[in-house]
């Protein structure tokens, strides 16, 4: 499985992803009724503010900074419509900043600048901020396995409404989606098989009904279970909490078997388990943790 | 400022806040496109199924469990409307749970079941997440400072969308709202006092305009604007960024002072530092973290 | 309590709190089947049209004006969408128009101005007609009272879809908010103090719960009430259907205790009876009739 | 034209009219951030509360009384979910209300009675004053012309979002719908002539489009203008600002005239003018005033 | 009955009708996640495409090609927001176009080029389907019938959330609506005669509460149901499933009645059975299958 | 490739997919605006109604019928709120219909039955439609090739909205998904290629970033693009608009070769040359037709 990070970032960091999120956020937050601000004149037409990082990370927010422009004008003031509010990023999606830089700029009148701030900082400290933890585990994964690479993966573990947000940042990040959503492909787990009566029957089933396209993996718990899965002929294997050791006898026997599918490893993966489990034959190693608890990058706007 | 957490939880953990984001949920999940599980005829037309945690915390999701029965209708097949789902909560709100507990039960029919397993989890593993940090906190402060202990606030750094769910999760902790939004509340800071032209200007132009029953909050960054905030008859002070030093100094002055508004910390603020800060005549302790950075409670559902 | 209406427009008066009424209006309005105009090939590619008054008032439409030209794009034909419709208002909101003066011009095509006609005028002749009427009872008042003039507000009297609309269009006038909504203030009512046992239990219960930034307003229907009120230390007691003779025996005893809250002078206060309640010592005068009984300003449009 | 207000309420008095508002009500008005009740514990679980009319007046209400069942289960809380809120009309609508009477009962959880309170009344009160307004136009020009009795009908003079609720209420009061939309009813105005080049032309382009069920109504400023009318074959004619002898004159004409269309009587029909139009011959007198300028119903809540 | 298609198409191809199904069928396409195009470099930042034909037919989009630019905004990426997405028919709505023929052309970046092709295809081939088999019925009809041609109707049979597009394209094919919806007609049928008990009842019925501008129309079965439809005084008879005789003798039988009806004849209308039909003395043809049965247009996009 | 059509059909024909589009329908269509019967008193509370099918076909809207009773509540009266609307299918979903056959019988309010009439019979014409057609096709590649008989798949080419009613028929039917979305398949076409500069580039791009679930599907126009495709290592070929001789040429070259994708024939496919096409090796038939051109199913309500 040969992938690397070098890609267009153009589609998936698209102002369609960010801006009812952002609107949505300053509608929650009371705006136009800030009564802190409403009586105050400011002292000029236009202003300007930059985004600072206050640590080091990844960027992850070019698009919601395209979509600031989108949004402006649904708030803007009557008499001084032309002005309202450019924003431009200095950073490129998927690449690093570091601490005191300037991540981008705005430029705009001083009431949609306060009204923009708040919502504005949550989603692009939350976007970042996954972006900033997945890189962190490529780069150990890359250090403890540079030839065969695992790709690493996130998984359906998102807050509702957030997740392209985060498959998004993920990608930033360097990593990869596992499935968009249960549409977007084939997963089968403890409670199919179950149900089916057998991993075989399970895997019969799925590949009856789903789309031609779509590959079957399925969730093993022993290496029992990897044997069945195999004789089913699954396209990709999922190792469920292996032992370091459990994963190294199971890719060897998926080696030794006629047929071979692709092996990814999940549970209990994070950054300090992580390197144990990046090793050859292991294809992809996912983590809950980079989507459902995220460290917020610390970001924070100046006016100046 | 007396305070206590014993009080009616019904009001804010309705299903109200929890219903779109679940539905949100299962439709961004793909479903009813969830092709591993289309191809397998369930054993029984009902199964039962709980939620166990897995990590010690705090309950904060009756009102979801509420939300799940609003829900299942709108998912449900045709010929067994009437049982679809069921689910009850074995926790109440703002209580401890413990690992391996049960948390909550579910009875219904397979495909609902799974349907809804995923999105449900997203969002009780959140809300948890943020309950059990806060009472983590509220428990450092109120040993470091039994008398006369401070409250601990929210702030808005909050998803868009979640600004609801994190704040009944912060009150399920044990903490409190700041202000739900900006037209429930007065925070005048950095930016406005600089528009204003002066701490006195900018309190002056706030309460010109804001309804007259809310008070006056000024940020002040050294004791010199903390006099002028006490000269300009400010209800509510926020120290910002001060060290606990600077703090029991600024209290001291506050406590000379012949008008004694409240007094807010803010800045730094997380289990390493809040015991130094928890000190008598401190009225409330702001932490962002409580809602910007979340650790997600460790939950998961079992078919039994 | 000192207070003025000179202070800046323009956050209240956003197209935000204008455009997805106008838009909702131009459909319910059944647009594109105007099956009158649709026969009708127009004369010329462009009109110039202006909303003309009828009779004197106060204009509160500015950010209205502003949303002709976001919800233009929306309506527009292929073939010339450049000049759709651009609209500018004559008058600031919150100042005096005069009958026959011209409160706004537009320039558009044809079909444009045909379609956002009606929604226009049904917006912009409510929110002018509570500018309008808010304006004289604040004059009433202003004559009165001249000096420690008491500050009018509304309520939460409003149909749902135009709190924001009706808080702007106050605020317009010369008048307040009250409390944006039940999350903006505390407002302590017989049924609270009924449910709570006493004046006292309920007022300790709110401040147990309501964020630190929020004032206890709390409604009293009789002296005995009253006096409990400032027991209770709430910050701002209610006259509910006070007589002016018995709100100056309030105002009294109020000012010889020890604890002064704000008054507020609530219940059967009209455009007749203000000007006997418009007192020194009252701060605040509610009324719900600024919102709920609404005479629509007489503006019309003419085609030129 | 034989017309009578004897038929079924049923349809236009659903609750499809009223449950999205009702709801947007709620939300509107920050509920469940109710801080002034979130920290009572109710004494009971359940409330009874009636709706008291403080004035004379027609209800029009009934399906809104309907609409709070749908609601309450989107609010209600987890643990008494069975019981929320049930309420019933003691009136129907379309029939009199007196003061001090109760109109409605409801039995619920407190928390959800507060909750709807407010919502419900201001969505109550603005429509049973649109049909007591009518009702007593209605009588009054039933009392001028017993014989040949012009129908009363609304206009499109209402608030986006209420244009249903606003038709609701004048058939409820004894009135009848204008036309719906613009997709309803062909009404061919001053701007129409002018675009066209004539009555005659406009006429002609309208029926050329409109759908074949729709009549041809035709705005007439002058009895030149209504001779025009005649000769296009107008189905209906309006004349507008005409004064009590000029309509005379025009039924005259009209009655002599080989084509009898209908003849509709607008503007300035108010409480003062109505009788002096009421006359045989008129088949339909428009009032926009009816929606656009409405005096609130006097209704209040009672916690029993 | 008089008429023709000579007539402004301006109004009802705006591109109100298309935007937000055109934004949803990019949603629903799960862009951005289009994994097949998100590896690739587009080779330059701009490109050209075309809509080709590849059958003759009516064009009934450029509505929606307007709705393009407005869409484009919402997905565009970041760093080359200006260019997106610019497009232009080459035909107008209610033209013809041949085989091979380009039916516009657009410009504007890959990414959005590729997203936005599926949808508008979708869109565009419906649209340009139903107003083909309308033009081939319009030309069936003119032909058989010359003099006093009948008009074609398009019924209520349409898909939830396309009643625009489809009347919208039934009027660029040359035909006519019926009635927008049930609020823009009266058509009294078997259902409501039965419930009523007799077609007088009916027609009674509907015209007591019908708004006065809209005509009765009933459908009759038999000459004995025209008849009383007669006596009845309906302004407009729909001949259900008669056949081209029965017609005949009805349109007699009408002619020689005091009272001339418009006439309508439905039922089994196509293609092939149209011309027996189309005879003078009748004025209205109507067909579900016009929208009901749509064959789309076979357009395609090509890069150039 | 094995698969068969006995599947639970439980899950995709959930009312999740038909609730929002009905109650759409029903609002779309002038609800409760419907004057010919709002004037009609009922003869009684409740009447029965069958769906009668007047053509044979394969019934699809077992789910639809369940939605009935999800609406209902939004629309029903007040004072009988309990009766309301109850409907249940008498055919499975998936199963066939004789013309003449009974459907679903209905049991309700006559206003309900009315308002629903005719939005339930829009959808369920059309999924029927879907389904029917799709069932002909499946039944003439069965016949054409009993053993490895190819499935016959859906495309993208469905109305926005209609997607997912789209695929559900399609499965009714008897046919496949190809692939929901753009999210949930790789299909490298024309343009891909040449902007990749090779099929090989293409399909490597692809692979780079797809999740690991998804195959590879490449459309090929000639069987030098075959070739390259084949080298590429393509999970799956697509023979675009190759003749069935060309068809039986590349199935050979396929199952010669070492790597052995799986094949789907594209183009032109219908039920006149489907037959053709149907050969041993061909995996999979895809057809546009089966729901961009739907012949909506004959069926209509009877009141009895």
Redesign the interface.
Known sequence: ????TK??M????????W?S??L???K????????????????SASVKARIIAKSDGIWAA??L??AL??VA???????R?RELLTAS?RVR?GTRFKKTQTVCEWKGI??LV?ALE??F???A??AC?VATATRRIVELVRKACPERTP?I?AT?????????IA?HSVIAGGG??????????????E??I???GSVSK?V????????????I?VEVRSERELSEALRAQA??VMLDNFSPKEVRNAVALVERSSHRP?I?VSGGLNENTIAAYAMPGV??LSLG?LT?????ADLSLL?T
């Open positions: 499985m040969n992938h690397s890609f267009s153009s589609y998936h960091d698209s102002p369609a992803i801006k999120l952002l949505q956020g300053v929650e937050d009371g705006w136009p009724w800030d009564w802190t601000s409403l009586g105050i004149q400011p002292k070019e698009g900074v395209a422009s989108l004008p649904e708030l803007g003031t009557a008499s419509a990023s999606t001083p009431e306060l708040r919502p900082l949550n989603l400290a939350y901020g790709r993966t359906r573990k998102t807050l509702p409404g957030y997740r392209d498959i990869y989606s596992h499935r968009v959503n249960l549409a977007g492909g084939v997963l089968v787990k409670n199919h179950a149900s089916a399970a019969t089933a799925a590949r009856r009904i789903a789309p031609h396209g779509l590959k993996e396209d990709v692709l990814e294809d992809i943790g459902h608890s995220v460290r917020a006016v």
